[in-house]
Structures are given as structure tokens and as C-alpha cells.
């Protein structure tokens, strides 16, 4: 075959695609969390707080949610880490009796790769206490004159059976305790009558610390993927990328269409491009009820035509 028109790989550093690592990169990082999740073997598509405050009146770069309910402290930088992104996420990560911290960089130091490493075999052995640590290099990637997208590589993770959270070491609400979480009762009328009706259609949810996942029958390992996140203060995420087959390597087609991404923009007031796109606090209301059902059918309805064709 001629490599004659064939596609150009390029690579790059992070400064060379993201002028501000604060103001680029880090809400490219929120919205990206999936690929991140893949690189550390977490799936962290479900949620993504940036900018989070702490008591001392710093900031936490960012604060993910695995699927399950345990969480992570993500600190990012340009270039090579320092010492002050390492034990500020450290700090952090205790604080908030997170299960881990991950630091994004674009170089590791060999120090830097020992101290983690260390701890990681301390949290082996003390798994209530300890701390796991992956170190993350981070470079940009692009097609020709596409666009960039991260590409993530983890340098140092912990021993596999540490990574491994059991369900009952994480606490979650009960559904009842879900529901006390809604601070407005119009919120939780639309989300309680969209789960049951969900529930009378054959399909499934589960809960997270402060979100409900609608989850349908769809081509994936387990046999189910996530059709949208519903939140106590009225947000609503949507996996797009999911659905484009990030997470499962098996896509949708159905919903990787512009004319489906530009409908669901119009719903839910997207701007095209986020990857797990996530409304405003509060978008769940009586008015989008019926148009958010209609919605979510919809995708499982596409999961479903997927699974019958064999794709």
C-alpha cells in the first residue's frame, strides 16, 4: 500500500496545544476524565469537579468520582512535576480520606516515581489508611491538522488488588437517603417518576454518592452502559463519549450522528464540544421531563438495536 496520502501522526508538549494549564487544560482534563480513567484502569466518566476549595483557601485541580463511589484527588501540571504538586495532592488526598491521588504531568522524576511507588507498597499493606498514587505523563496528539486531544500513559500505579475497591467498602446512599439529598421537591418529583418509569421499561439504575445512573442493556462486558447521570441538584450528565464507544471500543452509531449531537445540544443548552457534557445545577424541572424521558429512551433504544444487529 502507498504511503502516498496516508495520515500524519503528530505529537507535541501540552503548551504547544493548551496555552493555560489552569484555564485549558484543566477543564479539558475535567471533561476527559474517561481517558483518563482508561489509563489508570478506573472509570471515571461519571463525575469531575475542578477548582474545588479546601479549607485553607487553596484548590484541589480536580476531584473525580469512580463509578463506584470512591474518590480521587487529580492534580495536573505543565511540564515536569514538582514537589509542590506531589505533597499538596498528598495533603489533599488525606484530608478528604480520598482513595487516591493521581498527578498529570508531562515528565516524572525518578524520585518522584520511588516516593510513589513507596507508598503504594505502604497502602498495600495498610489499605484503610494508605494512599494510592499513580503518576500520569501526559503528551497532545492529533491527525494532520485536527484537533488535539490528551494522550495518557501511567508510569507508576499501584499492585493491581489495591486498585480493586469492593462495593461494600464504599458507602453509598440508600435510595431513601438519595432522595433527601434534593434540595428542591420538584427536582426529585421529575427524577423519581422518570426511575420508576425506567424501571417499569425493563432497564436498571444505580446510585452514586450523590447521583443516580440510568444504565440500559447495551453492547458492553457486563451487558449494560450508562445512558445518562441524574443529579440531587438537578444536573444531568451525558456521556457522549461513551456512546461513541471510549470506555466499551464499541460505538453507538446511531448516537455519534451530528444530527444527534445537535438535537441533544439543543436540549440540554451543550456547546457541541464537551465530552461528558453536564447542565447547569438545576435543569432538571417539570418542564424538561417529558423531553429528558423521551431522551433517554431513546439512547437505550439505540443500545438495544445494536445488540439486535450483533454489532
Same mark, same amino acid.
Given at each position: 500500500m502507498s504511503a502516498v496520502g496516508m495520515a500524519k501522526l503528530q505529537f507535541a508538549r501540552l503548551t504547544e496545544a493548551w496555552k493555560g494549564e489552569a484555564t485549558d487544560f484543566t477543564p479539558l482534563l475535567v471533561e476527559q476524565l474517561d481517558a483518563l480513567g482508561d489509563a489508570i484502569g478506573i472509570d471515571l466518566a461519571s463525575v469531575g469537579e475542578s477548582e474545588v476549595v479546601t479549607t485553607g483557601g487553596r484548590s484541589i485541580d480536580i476531584v473525580a468520582q469512580s463509578t463506584e463511589g470512591f474518590e480521587l484527588i487529580v492534580e495536573n501540571q505543565y511540564g515536569r512535576a514538582d514537589h509542590d504538586h506531589l505533597t499538596r495532592?498528598?495533603?489533599?488526598?488525606?484530608?478528604?480520606?480520598?482513595?487516591?491521588?493521581?498527578?498529570v504531568a508531562e515528565e516524572h522524576r525518578d524520585e518522584f516515581r520511588a516516593v510513589a511507588q513507596y507508598l503504594n507498597d505502604l497502602a498495600e499493606l495498610d489499605s484503610e489508611r494508605g494512599i494510592a498514587v499513580w503518576l500520569v505523563e501526559a503528551?497532545?496528539?492529533?491527525?494532520? %491538522? =485536527? #484537533?488535539?486531544?490528551?494522550? @495518557? /500513559?501511567?508510569?507508576?500505579?499501584? +499492585? &493491581?488488588?489495591?486498585?480493586?475497591?469492593?462495593?461494600?467498602?464504599?458507602?453509598?446512599?440508600?435510595?431513601?437517603?438519595?432522595?433527601?439529598?434534593?434540595s428542591s421537591v420538584t427536582t426529585r418529583e421529575v427524577v423519581q417518576e422518570l426511575s420508576e418509569h425506567w424501571k417499569k421499561l425493563g432497564n436498571r439504575f444505580r446510585l452514586g454518592p450523590?447521583?443516580?445512573?440510568?444504565?440500559?442493556?447495551?453492547?458492553?462486558?457486563?451487558?449494560?452502559?450508562?445512558?445518562?447521570?441524574?443529579?440531587? %441538584? =438537578? #444536573?444531568?450528565?451525558?456521556? @457522549? /463519549?461513551?456512546?461513541?464507544?471510549? +470506555? &466499551?471500543?464499541?460505538?453507538i452509531d446511531e448516537l455519534a450522528t451530528e444530527s444527534f449531537r445537535n438535537a441533544a445540544d439543543g436540549l440540554f443548552g451543550f456547546k457541541g464540544s464537551e465530552r461528558q457534557a453536564r447542565t447547569a445545577p438545576g435543569w432538571i424541572s417539570p418542564e424538561h421531563a417529558v423531553a429528558l424521558r423521551d431522551f433517554c429512551v431513546q439512547v437505550a433504544n439505540a443500545y438495544g438495536r445494536t445488540l439486535g444487529g450483533g454489532a
Open positions: 495532592g498528598l495533603a489533599y488526598a488525606v484530608a478528604r480520606r480520598a482513595r487516591g491521588l493521581v498527578l503528551k497532545a496528539v492529533r491527525i494532520d %491538522d =485536527g #484537533r488535539w486531544a490528551p494522550l @495518557f /500513559s501511567a508510569v507508576v500505579e499501584p +499492585n &493491581s488488588f489495591t486498585t480493586a475497591v469492593r462495593q461494600e467498602d464504599v458507602t453509598l446512599p440508600t435510595l431513601d437517603e438519595f432522595w433527601k439529598q434534593f450523590n447521583h443516580m445512573v440510568l444504565e440500559a442493556a447495551g453492547p458492553s462486558i457486563n451487558g449494560y452502559r450508562t445512558v445518562v447521570a441524574l443529579y440531587s %441538584d =438537578g #444536573r444531568v450528565l451525558v456521556p @457522549f /463519549s461513551s456512546y461513541e464507544g471510549q +470506555n &466499551s471500543g464499541i460505538p
